[in-house]
Every structure is written in C-alpha cells, then in structure tokens.
Nanobody, 121 residues
Framework: EVQLVESGGGAVQTGGSLRLSCAVSGFPFDDLAIGWFRQVPGKEHEGVSCISSKEDTAVSADSARFTVSRDKLKNTVYLQMNSLKPEDTAVYYC????????????????WGKGILVTVSS
C-alpha cells in the first residue's frame, strides 16, 4: 500500500518560512514523480511544485519563494516555503505519480491526507 504522509505545517506570520515534508512508502521511491498541491475552501487544487522521479527536473509555480527537493535515502520529499504570504494559507497535499513527471491533481496516482498551512498578517 502506497502511503504519503505530510508533516511540517502549522501557523506562521507573514514573511516567515516553513518546510513541509512528505514521507513516501509502499512503492519504489525512484519510480515516483512527487507533486505538491494546495487547496483553499471553494477552489480547485492548485499545483505548487513538482519534482521528477529522476530528480533532474524540479519546478515550482513560485520559484522565487518555493523550492522542492527529494532525499532518496529517506524516501522523503521536501517543500521549502519562504517569504510566506497570507494568500499561501491553504491545505497542502503531497501526491505521487508512477512515471517521470506530475500531472494535474486528479491525474496523480496517490495522495496524502493534506496538512494545513496558515499565514497570518
């Protein structure tokens, strides 16, 4: 059974930083592309970052503030978020896809339960 477990969320003030972690188990880590998505109530899931299974492509929608990385020794993917803004407040989801790169949220193969990030002004 594939499991994705997010951690590292919480409350932070504007301008602060958080690092989210996604621990992956139940599938060969190197065969999974990992994506981060976020959702606020009433809106669709928004793509935040994706890192390819080969670790040679890592893209964030806001690359000036967010960085995605993966540690194959720990089977863990990280999302470093800096200079956080109130509009970053959302539930953040880690998801995985069997293959090289991410697709849209609904087209991924596995999903974590999500973790709340709250940025106060």
């Amino acid at each position: 059974e594939v499991q994705l477990v997010e951690s590292g969320g919480g409350a932070v003030q504007t301008g602060g930083s958080l690092r989210l972690s996604c621990a992956v188990s139940g599938f060969p880590f190197d065969d999974l592309a990992i994506g981060w998505f976020r959702q606020v109530p009433g809106k669709e899931h928004e793509g935040v970052s994706c890192i390819s299974s080969k670790e040679d492509t890592a893209v964030s929608a806001d690359s000036a503030r967010f960085t995605v990385s993966r540690d194959k020794l720990k089977n863990t993917v990280y999302l470093q978020m800096n200079s956080l803004k109130p509009e970053d407040t959302a539930v953040y989801y880690c998801s995985a896809r069997r293959g090289y790169y991410c697709k849209t949220y609904s087209a991924m193969d596995y999903w974590g339960k999500g973790i709340l990030v709250t940025v106060s002004s």
